[in-house]
C-alpha cells in the first residue's frame, strides 16, 4: 500500500520530474558527440521529450531556443528570435483572421447547412454532407472549430432522426453486453435541440410498441452504429480537409519554413502549387474514407439509391424538417456576411493565382521575389478592419435626423485577441529556430551521415515507410511538434541518398495529419470522443484502416501527378551542394502492379 501510495505521489508530480530529470539525463550527449553538433542534439532531444510528454506548454517548449541556443553557443540571439517571427507565421496569421471573421458573422453555418440541404438525409448521403462540410470549412478555420461547430448540428439532426440517445441505448441492451456496460460517460456536448427544432422531436422511439423486443433491440443497434458514424466522420473529415491549403493546418506552413531555411532557391510551394497537388488527395481521401465509415457504420445499403415509405423514410423528413428549419432562421444574406464571402473569395483567389506555376500569376506586375503569399494575406485582412458591417448610405450623411449608431467594421482587433491561437504561432517559430540551429551546428549533416543505410531502400518504399512512421507517431504527440522534430532529419536523409527532398517532405507532412486511432491524438478527436457514445475500440477500429488508406492515398499522389508536378523524378539544382559531384538516383516511375 505505500509503494502504491508513493507511485501515485510521483504520477501527480510527473511533470515537474520530467523538467527536473530529463536535461540530467541527456548531460552525456555533450560529451559523446562533437561539440557543436552534441549541443545541438541535446536541445533538440529536451525539446522533443518537453513536447511529447506536455511537461511543459508547448509554446514555452517552443521558447527555449531563444534561451539554450545563445547561451550554449550553438546560435546568436540575433539569428534565433527572427525565426519567430518569418513570413510563413504572417501567412498563418492572415488564415486565422480571416477564420475569425468568417465565424464572426456565421457565414460557416450558412455553408454547413445549405451543404446538408442539398446531400438530402439519408444516412450515408449525410455522413458526405457532414463530411464535404467539415472538409471544406477546416481548409480555412482550425481544424477544431470545425469539429466543434460540426457536432452540435450533427446531435440535433440524429436526434430528430432516431429519437433520444439514451433511450436508444436502453433498446439496444442486451445481457451480458459488455458493450453495454462499458460505454464511457463523459460530458455531452450542446446539441442545440432547442434552438434548431421544436419540443416534439423525442417522438422517435414510440413506434417500438407495434414491433416485438428483438426487433426493437436490433433497429436500436443499427441507429446506434450510424450514430457513431456521424460523430466519427467529423472529426476525421477536419483533419483530411485541413491538409489542401497551406493555412488549413500548421504542419503545411512548417514545411515550406524549413524548405526556405534549407533550399532557399527552391519555389515550387506556395499556396496555389500545393492546392492543386493536395486538393485532389483530398478528395481521393475523403472519397475512400466516405466508403469505409458508411461500410463500417451501416450508412450502405439499398436504401442509398431506393426510396421505401416506412419508419425510417418519416424519421428522415423529420430530420429534413429539422434543416430546413434551421436554415430558415438564418434568415436572408446580411450586408456583413456577403462581404466576408466577397473577402474570403478574393482571398482564396488571390493566394491562388499568385504564382501557381503552371500559367504565369499575377505576381509578375511586381519586382520579383517582393510579394508572397505572406503579403497578398495580410493585404486582404487589413482591409476588415475598417471594412463597415452595415451597408453604407449617403442619406445618412444629409439627414439631421438619423440616429449617429457607432461605426461597426466587419472585424475588430479584441475578437482577433480571443480567437486567434497565439500558442500556435509560437509554435511555428519555434520549428524554425530548431530547423534553423540543426543547419547553422551541423547536427542535420551528422545525422544524414548515420542514415546512408537507407539509401538502399527503393525510394517509392521509403515514402510509404516514412509516411507510417509519421502517421503512427502523431497518434501520440502533437502534429505540429512531430513534423518539427523530423522534417529536418528527413530533408537530410534525402540529400544523402540523392533523391529530390519533397519527395520524402510532401508525404511526411501530410502524413502528420493522419491522426485517427486515438481520442487524445487530435483535438478534434478529443472532442467527439468527449460526446460519450464513442470508445476506444471505436476509433481504433476506424483508424487503423484510415491510417492505411490514407498511407495509400499519399502513395499515389507522389507517385503520379505529384512525380510530374515537382518534377521528383530528378535531383533539383537548388538542393545540390557546391562541387558535387555525387551520382544521382531517380525516382522510377510509379508501377501500380509493384
Not at 536541445?43 to 513536447?51: D, H, P
Not at 515514402?463 to 529536418?488: D, Y
Amino acid at each position: 500500500m505505500d509503494l502504491l501510495k508513493f507511485s501515485k505521489k510521483l504520477w501527480s508530480v510527473r511533470k515537474q520530474l520530467i523538467v527536473l530529470l530529463t536535461p540530467l539525463l541527456l548531460l552525456p550527449l555533450l560529451f559523446v558527440l562533437p561539440a557543436k553538433e552534441g549541443k545541438c542534439l541535446y536541445v533538440v532531444l529536451l525539446m522533443a521529450l518537453f513536447w511529447c510528454t506536455e511537461a511543459l506548454p508547448l509554446a514555452v517548449t517552443a521558447m527555449l531556443p531563444v534561451c539554450l541556443f545563445p547561451t550554449m553557443g550553438i546560435l546568436p540571439s540575433k539569428k534565433v528570435c527572427p525565426q519567430y517571427f518569418l513570413e510563413t507565421n504572417f501567412l498563418f496569421l492572415s488564415g486565422l483572421v480571416m477564420a475569425s471573421a468568417i465565424e464572426e458573422w456565421g457565414l460557416h453555418k450558412r455553408i454547413a447547412l445549405k451543404v446538408l440541404k442539398i446531400v438530402g438525409v439519408k444516412p450515408a448521403w449525410l455522413i458526405l454532407g457532414m463530411m464535404l462540410t467539415s472538409s471544406f470549412l477546416s481548409m480555412w478555420l482550425s481544424n477544431t472549430a470545425t469539429t466543434a461547430m460540426m457536432l452540435p448540428i450533427a446531435n440535433a439532426i440524429l436526434e430528430s432522426l432516431f429519437g433520444d440517445l439514451e433511450t436508444l441505448k436502453e433498446n439496444a441492451k442486451v445481457k451480458n453486453d459488455p458493450e453495454g456496460q462499458s460505454q464511457v460517460k463523459l460530458h455531452v456536448l450542446p446539441s442545440e435541440k432547442h434552438t434548431l427544432t421544436g419540443d416534439d422531436r423525442a417522438d422517435g422511439m414510440e413506434r417500438g410498441d407495434q414491433r416485438s423486443p428483438e426487433e426493437v433491440r436490433k433497429e436500436a443497434e443499427y441507429q446506434m452504429k450510424v450514430w457513431k458514424g456521424f460523430l466519427i466522420c467529423i472529426p476525421y473529415a477536419a483533419s483530411i480537409g485541413g491538409t489542401a491549403t497551406l493555412t488549413g493546418t500548421a504542419p503545411n506552413l512548417i514545411l515550406i519554413g524549413q524548405m526556405k531555411s534549407y533550399f532557399p532557391e527552391c519555389d515550387l510551394i506556395n499556396f496555389g502549387s500545393w492546392f492543386i497537388f493536395a486538393f485532389p488527395l483530398m478528395i481521393i481521401f475523403l472519397f475512400v474514407a466516405w466508403i469505409w465509415i458508411s461500410f463500417l457504420y451501416g450508412g450502405l445499403n439499398t436504401r442509398l439509391c431506393i426510396n421505401k415509405q416506412d419508419d425510417r423514410a418519416a424519421a428522415e423528413a423529420k430530420a429534413r424538417a429539422v434543416i430546413d428549419e434551421d436554415y430558415k432562421k438564418l434568415g436572408p444574406i446580411n450586408f456583413a456576411e456577403g462581404s466576408i464571402s466577397f473577402f474570403f473569395i478574393l482571398f482564396a483567389i488571390l493566394l491562388f493565382t499568385r504564382d501557381p506555376k503552371f500559367v504565369t500569376g499575377w505576381s509578375i506586375f511586381f519586382n520579383k521575389g517582393y510579394v508572397s503569399d505572406a503579403v497578398t494575406g495580410v493585404i486582404i485582412i487589413s482591409i476588415l478592419f475598417f471594412f463597415p458591417s452595415q451597408r453604407p448610405s449617403l442619406r445618412w450623411w444629409f439627414n439631421p435626423r438619423a440616429s449617429n449608431t457607432p461605426y461597426v467594421p466587419l472585424l475588430s482587433w479584441k475578437r482577433v485577441q480571443e480567437c486567434v491561437p497565439w500558442n500556435i504561432i509560437l509554435l511555428l517559430g519555434g520549428g524554425f529556430a530548431m530547423a534553423k540551429g540543426c543547419e547553422e551546428s551541423g547536427l542535420a549533416v551528422w545525422i544524414g551521415g548515420h542514415l546512408q543505410p537507407l539509401a538502399q531502400v527503393p525510394p517509392a518504399v521509403a515514402v510509404i515507410l516514412i509516411t507510417a512512421f509519421i502517421a503512427c507517431f502523431t497518434e501520440f504527440a502533437s502534429n505540429t511538434a512531430t513534423i518539427i522534430i523530423f522534417l529536418p532529419v528527413i530533408a537530410e536523409l534525402a540529400i544523402r541518398v540523392k533523391v529530390n527532398p519533397l519527395y520524402f517532405m510532401i508525404p511526411a507532412t501530410v502524413g502528420c495529419s493522419y491522426a485517427f486511432m486515438l481520442p487524445v491524438s487530435t483535438p478534434p478527436n478529443s472532442i467527439a470522443f468527449a460526446s460519450g457514445h464513442l470508445m476506444v475500440k471505436d476509433m481504433v477500429k476506424t483508424g487503423f484502416m484510415m491510417n492505411i488508406l490514407g498511407i495509400v492515398c499519399v502513395s499515389l499522389a507522389m507517385n503520379t501527378w505529384g512525380l510530374h508536378m515537382f518534377t521528383l523524378h530528378t535531383y533539383p539544382d537548388w538542393a545540390r551542394p557546391l562541387n558535387s559531384t555525387v551520382p544521382v538516383s531517380t525516382v522510377p516511375p510509379f508501377n501500380v502492379t509493384m
